[in-house]
């Protein structure tokens, strides 16, 4: 298991800027894949980004455009730049990071960190 220590949350007016930070336990040269997810009141968890050991990215298609992830190894930390935020990005967001061991496949969860787009 990886352990992973968010920041970066809080309350920002439509149109604004935040940027996540998720700080990994081991280095992210060993983790197959970091992204984040966010999950609103009443919805399902969804994927917002992620970034794989080869550097692909992928986005969902609501923030595309807008977000980015990103990493910085010598820190072992992946980054999430919120752009043109809108209040429907209102969530709490989550690291993830996805490891593999054997046969099996391990996914290990921040606790959390909220993000709240309103005027």
């Known amino acids: 298991q990886v352990q992973l220590a968010e920041s970066g949350g809080g309350l920002v007016q439509p149109g604004g800027s935040l940027r996540l930070s998720c700080a990994a336990s081991?280095?992210?040269?060993?983790?197959?894949?970091m992204g984040w997810y966010r999950q609103a009141p009443g919805k399902e968890r969804e994927l917002v980004a992620a970034?794989?050991?080869?550097?692909?990215?992928n986005y969902a298609d609501s923030v595309k455009g807008r977000f980015t992830i990103s990493t910085d190894n010598s820190k072992n930390t992946v980054y999430l730049r919120m752009n043109s935020l809108k209040p429907e990005d209102t969530a709490v967001y989550y690291c993830?990071?996805?490891?593999?061991?054997?046969?099996?496949?391990?996914?290990?969860w921040g606790q959390g960190t909220q993000v709240t787009v309103s005027s």
């Open positions: 970034i794989s050991s080869g550097s692909s990215t």
């Open positions: 081991r280095s992210i040269f060993s983790i197959n894949t």
């Open positions: 993830n990071a996805v490891t593999y061991g054997g046969n099996f496949r391990y996914d290990s």
